[in-house]
């Protein structure tokens, strides 16, 4: 079930800054509440920004906590939270206030598993905007974009998800535009140019960087996030049009988009999990309020897809101790309590139920 979503609005954003509030899930009092996922092939494209700053992609992975194996894995996800944590550390470690348009010239068509490739194939960019906007989900299920005529212009704007409005950061914006504006000219030549761009946030102190990029009026601090194109070049024919390929895809990414809707509850229900075992272990009546139903409703909807809510809280606890111990500056007790157990010997008891070996075996095996 596709989550809510509304259109940003300059009044509800916040202002440009490396850190919008304290990080997720440390220290600021509340829990996060974003259980969003997108698309960890599309993390490549960071991987590379990274690299181009001389910044380690390991160790800002490693301090968001994004494996960076998953990127290999054709449907594999990262939660939104941990991406996050990742822009803004690299906000962190990267002296350049406008990085995140340095994504144009990171792009690569498989970053987006087969709706790279459906974009390229289609007929016109319109119809390639469609598609983007269609399966947008799969890239990223707390991020849209909507498409309306607007005169002689086609306005694409961005949508957010109201959990993830609250901590998209300034450089996630820039880069968001300047992948499509590439994507764009990839697909109906370099020279096309959007009428103009609209950004939330204020003109930084690089603004000249934003006109060398999209060479058409640029507006901050604008009441909505947008893109605009001429009708006349969004009916153009694309130069890599392709119609059985964009077809062949297009079935690809309505399985995918099929099979990620039939796992979101489950997927939403395991990082409700992951939040609240810090602070002990979490009732299924707290989880199903986490992710707004009844503990009736959650049971029997987890047990239509097969799971059940202890299946699936020894499956986040489980996944959580083989991370954590591979932590040497985590003790078995502190592992413990953040897997919520009150005792040491409860959560050793728990791994050797679902590993058959001891924690610290585990343990002493990887530092051999």
Aim: proline residues 6%; charged residues 25%; positive net charge.
């Amino acid at each position: 079930m596709p989550i809510a979503t509304t259109a940003i609005r300059r009044s509800e954003a916040q202002p440009r800054q490396v850190m919008i509030e304290p990080p997720l899930g440390k220290k600021s009092g509340r829990k996060p509440v974003i259980t969003s996922s997108s698309l960890a092939s599309s993390a490549r494209l960071f991987w590379r920004l990274l690299e181009h700053y001389r910044v380690d992609p390991a160790f800002v992975f490693r301090e968001a906590g994004l494996d960076p194996a998953l990127m290999d894995e054709p449907r594999g996800r990262y939660k939104v939270e941990r991406r996050i944590r990742g822009w803004r550390k690299a906000a962190e470690l990267i002296d350049d206030p406008c990085f995140g348009l340095k994504a144009a010239e990171m792009w690569a068509p498989n970053d987006l598993h087969a709706l790279g490739c459906a974009f390229l194939a289609s007929a016109t960019l319109r119809k390639a905007l469609g598609r983007l906007s269609r399966y947008a989900q799969v890239f990223h299920d707390a991020m849209g974009l909507d498409l309306a005529d607007e005169g002689v212009n086609l306005c694409i704007a961005l949508r957010l998800d109201p959990a993830f409005q609250t901590h998209f950061l300034a450089a996630q914006e820039d880069a968001t535009w300047a992948y499509l504006l590439r994507m764009c000219r990839v697909g109906a030549g370099e020279a096309l140019d959007p009428v103009e761009v609209r950004f939330l946030h204020p003109a930084p102190s690089c603004r000249g960087d934003y006109y060398g990029l999209f060479r058409c009026p640029v507006h901050f601090g604008a009441p909505a996030s947008e893109i605009r194109f001429a009708l006349a070049d969004v009916e153009r024919p694309f130069s890599t049009a392709n119609r059985e390929l964009a077809r062949a895809n297009d079935r690809i990414l309505t399985d995918f988009l099929s099979k990620l809707r039939k796992d979101d509850l489950i997927a939403r229900v395991k990082a409700a999990i992951a939040e609240e075992l810090p602070s002990g272990s979490p009732s299924e009546e707290a989880i199903a309020k986490d992710v707004f139903m009844s503990p009736r409703t959650l049971q029997r909807k987890l047990s239509a897809q097969g799971a059940s809510f202890s299946q699936l809280l020894d499956a986040v606890r489980r996944q959580l101790a083989e991370q954590y111990l591979s932590d040497p500056s985590l003790s078995l007790s502190e592992i413990g309590f953040l897997l919520g157990f009150r005792e040491q010997s409860t959560f050793t008891r728990a791994f050797r139920r679902w590993t058959g070996k001891a924690p610290s075996a585990v343990r002493d095996a990887a530092a051999a």
